[in-house]
């Protein structure tokens, strides 16, 4: 039985142990919850990462996964942990382009502008500069919102049992014929603020972990977040 998490940081565990940590996928979330339920985890997370890049990266997995003669889909269970809206992902053009870190990708958040003009080639630079100009939430609700679908209707077509949750508080628009496609029990409460991870944390006496320079959260932070999940999934039968 096999656990596939994905996300951003918070679901890799940035900042559990040290400050600007990228993962602890040992102490974070996902591991805890695979435990609980006895299955294998397989974090695919990481820090900055964009509801593109787990896209990508979750569809990539499920590829090499079905290659196997043992396949089975009903030991497999995917939870993901969507990013905040304002992210996007950009391919390396060359073999030795700086800033290209996550398997010739580079991970792209709005506000980071210092980091990238530091550690990224020119032309990367330039793009990420005229991609924050042109940022919108409805551009960036309408990608999310196919981005989810594009997962969910994989996942189910390939009989996979999954769980959407959000990762923060910049949840989509509110626009109802993508919401009508939502499957709203394996993704409940996407257009809640209050439900998002960080939100429940925060409304749950949880304070960011002390080593945290960029708003993460502590392992028992984690600890609890993977209790809520599992009782969710046991409650709504979603295994």
């Known amino acids: ?10 679901t890799a565990g940035a900042e559990i142990e040290a400050p600007l940590q990228g993962e602890c996928y040992e102490k974070a979330w996902p591991k ?3 435990d609980s339920l006895g299955y294998k985890p397989i974090n695919l997370a990481i820090s900055g990462a964009s509801d593109d890049r787990v896209v990508r990266t979750t569809i990539d997995f499920l590829g090499k996964l079905k290659k196997s003669p043992k396949f089975n889909p009903n030991k497999v269970f995917v939870v993901i942990c969507w990013p905040g809206l304002h992210r996007t992902e950009l391919y390396r053009t060359a073999e030795n382009e700086d800033g290209f870190w996550d398997n010739g990708w580079m ?3 709005v506000g980071n502008e210092e980091t990238y003009q530091a550690q990224c080639s020119q032309s990367a630079f330039a793009f990420y500069k005229t991609w924050v100009m042109r940022q919108n939430n409805h551009q960036a609700s309408i990608k999310f919102y196919s981005n989810v679908l594009l997962l969910q209707n994989i996942l189910i077509s390939n009989r996979i049992k999954y769980l959407f949750w959000n990762s923060s508080m910049t949840v989509p628009s509110n626009y109802i014929q993508y919401l009508n496609e939502i499957n709203h029990k394996r993704f409940p409460h996407i257009l809640e603020k209050e439900k998002s991870y960080t939100e429940m944390l925060e409304s749950n006496g949880f304070r960011h972990s002390p080593f945290a320079k960029w708003g993460h959260y502590g392992e028992d932070s984690h600890k609890w977040f993977a209790d809520f999940l599992k009782s969710y999934i046991t409650k709504n039968k979603l295994l």
């Open 1 to 10: 039985m096999i656990l596939i998490a994905n996300g951003c940081s918070h």
């Open 32 to 34: 805890k919850l695979a």
């Open 107 to 109: 991970p792209i958040v």
